[in-house]
């Protein structure tokens, strides 16, 4: 495939993941992604197969996006459990962020899609496991460095994590204002920094 090839399909997938985040999957239509897209029906079937195909693209490319701009937040943190305060800090401005949408694309796709069989439901679902799986390692990664206590439980403080995000994403959709967004977010990594041992100190700062 040519450069200009490639340039083309990855114009056309960020165009989708705009669409199909702003109006969900069964409100976008053939001609919607046209018109966003810039492409006859005919060579949208040949460079993606089909709708449901795209969409499944699409929610990969936005769980892509997502996981690096998570690991660049946790790689400028002096720990661990900093690095997953400072994401919830993060998302705190997420309603001024300029997004299609401040709800999780993966979540909305849960909920749009009646068929818990149908391959997006599947694929929105495993997405979302992968996001919890790397919340887990990190929170993992503190526990191994001395900074959470040896019987804390990664599995159960990523799932609580996955949690905070979903709600604070989905208040933020209800048109929440950016001022009371940010002071849910702080609260939220306030605890996270709470669960710091008080002895504990960076590597960064010994």
Not at 45 to 62: C, D, I, P, Q, T
Not at 116 to 141: G, I, K, N, S
Request: one cysteine or more; a negative charge; charged letters at 25%.
């Amino acid at each position: 495939m040519t450069r200009h090839a490639l340039h083309d399909r990855d114009k056309a997938l960020s165009r989708a993941l705009e669409l199909f985040w702003r109006k969900g999957y069964h409100a976008t239509s053939l001609k919607d992604l046209e018109l966003a897209l810039d492409m006859r029906p005919g060579s949208i079937y040949a460079a993606f197969k089909s709708k449901e195909n795209l969409f499944r693209l699409v929610l990969a490319r936005y769980a892509d996006d997502m996981h690096a701009q998570t690991e660049h937040v946790f790689a400028d943190a002096p720990s661990p459990l900093a690095g997953i305060a400072a994401y919830m800090r993060r998302l705190g401005a997420l309603r001024d962020a300029g997004q299609p949408s401040c709800a999780c694309m993966l979540v909305k796709t849960i909920l749009e899609m009646p068929d818990a069989d149908a391959p997006a439901f599947a694929e929105a679902e495993a997405l979302l496991a992968q996001v919890e799986t790397r919340f887990a390692a990190r929170f993992d990664e503190a526990r191994r460095v001395g900074e959470l206590p040896p019987d804390a439980d990664p599995e159960a403080l990523a799932r609580l994590l996955q949690i905070s995000v979903m709600g604070l994403k989905s208040y933020a959709q209800r048109g929440a204002q950016s001022v009371d967004i940010m002071a849910a977010a702080e609260d939220i990594a306030a605890g996270i920094e709470a669960l710091a041992d008080p002895g504990f100190v960076p590597l960064a700062a010994r």
